[in-house]
């Protein structure tokens, strides 16, 4: 199950990348201060995402429990940041703006590959027999 839950993470990852390249080249950086996305909680985002996906691939390298929880913590607080951006996403309207609003299918799949792989680390981490 620890491979699974390595490939529901690489779909997450490369659809936070190209929402995060799609960001950066609308202009992200330079409308920060006027945007509903400030620039520290659109990097915090993937900075503990890829934090917590290290402890992961170590864990599951060294059998390590201890490892494979604080990827979940790291998870955790990084799938809180992600629903504070989606919720803002949507209070804000933006998946209905035709032209530079974020692409909704790409959000989506984002959306559902990291509620899985937040499973699928719960589940795994605690399972009785780790990998």
Do not use: D, E, N, Q
């Not at 934090?51 to 809180?80: P, Y």
């Not at 790409?106 to 990291?114: S, Y």
């Not at 899985?116 to 719960?122: D, I, Q, R, S």
């Amino acid at each position: 199950m620890g491979l699974v839950t390595a490939a529901a993470w690489t779909i997450a990852a490369l659809a936070g990348v190209y929402l995060l390249y799609y960001w950066l080249s609308g202009g992200g950086l330079r409308r920060a201060k006027v945007t509903r996305f400030p620039a520290a909680l659109v990097f915090a985002h993937p900075a503990l995402s890829v934090s917590a996906l290290v402890c992961w691939i170590a864990g599951l390298v060294t059998g390590s429990r201890v490892l494979a929880w604080t990827a979940f913590g790291a998870l955790a607080a990084a799938a809180l940041l992600g629903f504070a951006m989606f919720t803002r996403w949507l209070g804000a309207g933006r998946h209905k703006v035709r032209g530079r609003g974020f692409p909704v299918l790409a959000v989506t799949l984002h959306g559902l590959a990291g509620v899985a792989t937040f499973a699928l680390v719960l589940l795994t981490a605690s399972a009785p027999r780790f990998f």
